[in-house]
């Protein structure tokens, strides 16, 4: 089993849709939680993180992370064609773990 | 005023020849790192250095060597390429070895014929 799971998709939706992203983990020792967004043909981009549990909010996009269920959850809201995207999650211990483990990624598509 | 930038963007070449990409970050940053995106788009950590110091050498084939002059610069070296060298490599740079935000550069797309 790998560390971190993320299903790749291609997921496609309409305009305006939510788009819910995900990753489950198996190690109980991570603490932060990130979602990255890479456009094609470019670097990956920091879109979010979070630290231990909870939610984030920032714009359109919320990150969850819910570590009883080792899942974690990325929705953007009112999806536009600019989201169109991979996205990829990615985590890490804390202290001097730092090594980060990154998932697959999902790639979106957003269509108008 | 790019962040992160990686010279060349795009590198072809033959099988058993030597290549270096260059990377520099004007961040400020203190921790920088070499990562392999392969054709499936996973991302690989291959090297780190914090403060020109190595702190991160996973098991990467000793034929790449990475070398730090200073803390904006980190530079990749790989000596007699091979086909399955061919991948996509990024740097990214971080403050402290924070690796909770790390930024990219935009790549240097490697093809080994």
């Known amino acids: 089993q790998k560390e971190v799971e993320q299903d790749p998709g291609p997921l496609s939706v309409p305009e305006g849709a939510i788009v819910s992203l995900n990753c489950t983990y198996s190690?109980?020792?991570?603490?932060?939680f990130m979602w990255y967004r890479q456009y094609s043909r470019k670097g990956p981009e920091l879109l979010m993180y979070t630290y231990s549990s909870g939610n984030k909010e920032d714009g359109r996009f919320t990150a969850q992370v819910d570590k009883s269920s080792k899942y974690i959850s990325l929705f953007i809201r009112d999806s536009q064609p600019s989201d169109s995207a991979t996205y990829l999650c990615a985590m890490s211990g804390g202290g001097n773990n730092r090594k980060l483990i990154w998932g697959l990624g999902t790639s979106l598509a957003v269509n108008p | 005023d790019t962040a992160v930038s990686q010279t060349p963007k795009y590198l072809v070449t033959q099988m058993g020849n030597d290549k270096s990409i260059k990377c520099e970050q004007n961040l400020g940053h203190d921790t920088m790192y070499w990562y392999k995106q392969d054709s499936k788009k996973f991302l690989k950590i291959m090297f780190s250095?914090?403060?020109?110091?190595?702190?991160i050498n996973e098991t990467v084939p000793n034929r790449f060597s990475p070398k730090s002059p200073d803390k904006a610069h980190l530079n990749l070296h790989i000596n007699s390429l091979e086909l399955g060298d061919s991948a996509v490599y990024f740097c990214?740079?971080?403050?402290?070895?924070?690796?909770?935000?790390?930024?990219f550069g935009s790549g240097t797309q490697l093809s080994v014929l």
């Open positions: 250095y914090n403060n020109k110091e190595l702190i």
């Open positions: 190690n109980s020792a991570f603490q932060y």
């Open positions: 990214a740079s971080s403050r402290q070895g924070r690796t909770e935000k790390l930024f």
